[in-house]
């Protein structure tokens, strides 16, 4: 399929080390992806589903061991530990090499090694980068084949160019002892062994589209963030483009696809979706920030969608859709999970393969599907879809909004006094831990950007980088925000609406970037002012919106203080410039 000398010699010594039977290029042909699937289920990789009611659609169940990402066995291997930083478990290359060869060596004896060469972002635009996956998975074939663009064209596009990233995933026996998910950010090379699940062996998505990526972005001066992107269509026919980042269980894919209340529908308001997940952004040459989503698909989370809180998702897997650890209704061969609707099917497997009558087994507080169970989906199957998808130039961000899931400590919504201050606010992202995370619930766990697990790099260097980008953009920089959907009052419930009336604050949000919505000052940074945000037809009590408007003094210094033990671990290397706005922050609430 190539001539391509770099390409070769890469894919000749990988050979002679996993020493597979067979070789096989992926050519991205619909004729080829059918047959491999043909042979998933002739094996039992996958179940062919439902194909009257989900055309194209089939199930993955992976090893019960084999459920998630795992961060403590994901390493950065930089040449140094300090170049990795406090957050990313490290180990010196060469030492890794040698132990990760000992592990491939002969560990795709008897089987068939894909090459699949792909582009994260569309083929061809300058914000895209090209990889290529070598894997004995065939699952992992189909699901990157939706979740990026694979195929000839793409190595067409590459040429005799050596600018490529070299992913090498093996599924060996999949020992969680013998688990590693390794990046060499200096030798664009991400090594992933004894894992089958996506976010560990979709080299594509976490950890090239953000972990190599933010290190390449920060070399070559761009942004590889995890945020959603959506534009806001007005009645005039303008869209605006906002980027979100939030840490899990926050709602991000419904947000990226939210549906406006029917009193903004009824004036013409529209969102449209552009990405759900991962952002690349890049000063354009107009010197604003535009965002391009890397993916081709969507990899989301089942439990909890459903009509109600994520129609479009919903749409989007209802053809050429693969479920991974889903409960399957043997009554129709379709899929069920946990707040799809209020009907577990009588006759169901479980996630773990085991048939049981689905009433009952809820009933006694089991879960059908996996809390992680996932949907692979293409993205052309959402309806709100945007016509920006495919933009080789990406979109124009106004707005970057960072959010958290606080009880209590921050306000619905607020604004950055500017974009360092913005980067703060950023920085200080954190989120208390839900039922549905391993642990105590109500936990503050701090994830900066929602980057936590995703910087291929030091945090501390990150923030640098933020910093450096807002001086290149200078006053044509997107204006920065937080958003709070989860505030709680004092028995605990939620007292905003959340969902499609979050409109009403992206609204503002947009309101104030163009100038033309009012705030006032607080010691945290700017809150809309009393009747900024509108909320017809909304049944909420003015007292309420004022609470979930404020500022308790009390409990953002008991945050300051846990912000300052978390920055403590970066040393004199975290920016002067994050130091002072702590301390601003911190004099701000003693006045
Ligand atoms: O996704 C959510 N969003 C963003 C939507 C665009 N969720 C689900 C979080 C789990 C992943 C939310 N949950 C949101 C939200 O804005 N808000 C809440 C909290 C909430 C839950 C239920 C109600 C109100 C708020 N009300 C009723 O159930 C009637
Ligand atoms: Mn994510």
Redesign the pocket.
């Known amino acids: 399929m190539t001539e391509n000398k770099t390409v070769l010699a890469w894919l000749d010594e990988m050979t002679k080390m996993c020493q597979p039977d067979s070789v096989v290029w992926i050519d991205g042909s619909e004729q080829q992806l059918e047959a491999l699937r043909e042979e998933a289920v002739a094996s039992g990789e996958m179940i062919k589903l439902n194909q009257e009611k989900l055309p194209g659609c089939y199930y993955h169940r992976t090893a019960e061991n084999d459920v998630a990402r795992v961060e403590d066995r994901t390493f950065i291997c930089t040449p140094t530990e300090i170049e990795a930083g406090p957050i990313n478990n490290w180990m010196e290359p060469k030492e890794m090499y040698a132990k990760l060869t000992a592990l491939y060596t002969g560990a795709m004896k008897g089987r068939t090694m894909y090459v699949i060469p792909y582009s994260m972002g569309p083929v061809g635009s300058p914000f895209s980068k090209i990889g290529i996956e070598l894997t004995d998975s065939i699952y992992v074939v189909l699901n990157m084949a939706i979740m990026t663009r694979i195929g000839k064209s793409v190595i067409d596009q590459l040429g005799d160019s050596g600018e490529f990233v070299k992913c090498l995933h093996a599924k060996k026996d999949v020992n969680p002892d013998e688990r590693y998910i390794v990046h060499f950010p200096q030798d664009s090379t991400i090594w992933s062994i004894n894992s089958a699940y996506g976010g560990n062996v979709l080299l594509g998505k976490k950890c090239f589209a953000l972990r190599i990526a933010s290190y390449l972005g920060k070399h070559e001066g761009w942004m590889a963030e995890h945020m959603l992107i959506l534009g806001i269509e007005n009645p005039q026919g303008e869209v605006k483009y906002i980027c979100a980042a939030f840490p899990s269980?926050?709602?991000k894919t419904?947000?990226a696809m939210?549906i406006p209340p029917q009193y903004l529908k009824d004036k013409g308001y529209k969102v449209w979706t552009v990405g759900d997940d991962i952002a690349w952004l890049k000063i354009g040459p107009d010197g604003r920030l535009y965002a391009v989503n890397p993916e081709a698909g969507f990899f989301g989370v089942a439990p909890?969608t459903s009509e109600k809180?994520n129609f479009n998702a919903l749409e989007s897997t209802k053809k050429n859709t693969i479920f991974t650890n889903v409960a399957i209704n043997n009554e129709d061969m379709t899929v069920w999970w946990e707040g799809l609707d209020k009907n577990p099917p009588a006759d169901a497997t479980e996630w773990t393969g085991k048939k049981v009558n689905g009433a009952e087994y809820t009933a006694a507080g089991n879960k059908l599907a996996h809390p992680n169970s996932r949907f692979t989906a293409p993205a052309i199957n959402c309806p709100c879809i945007s016509k920006e998808f495919e933009n080789p130039q990406g979109v124009p961000v106004e707005a970057i909004v960072f959010g958290g899931r606080r009880a209590k400590t921050a306000p619905l919504v607020y604004q950055a006094r500017d974009w360092q201050h913005g980067v703060f606010v950023g920085a200080t992202m954190a989120s208390e831990t839900t039922a549905a995370a391993a642990g105590a619930v109500g936990v503050v766990r701090r994830d900066p950007m929602a980057m936590k697990p995703f910087v291929g790099y030091n945090m501390a260097d990150y923030f640098g980088h933020w910093l450096d980008m807002g001086k290149k953009l200078g006053d044509k920089a997107p204006k920065i925000f937080h958003v709070n959907?989860?505030r709680q009052d004092e028995e605990g419930n939620?007292m905003?609406?959340?969902?499609g009336d979050?409109m009403r604050v992206l609204l503002w949000i947009l309101d104030r970037c163009a100038g033309k919505a009012d705030a006032v000052e607080s010691p945290i940074g700017y809150l809309p002012a009393e009747n900024a945000i509108d909320t017809t037809d909304l049944d909420i009590d003015a007292n309420v919106l004022k609470e979930l408007l404020s500022v308790d003094k009390s409990i953002w210094l008991e945050d300051v203080a846990d912000q300052k033990k978390y920055f403590a671990q970066f040393g004199d290397r975290l920016p002067k410039e994050i130091a002072d706005e702590l301390n601003k922050l911190e004099t701000n609430l003693n006045k």
């Open positions: 269980a926050c709602g419904n947000l939210l909890g809180t959907w989860f939620f905003w609406p959340g969902f979050n």
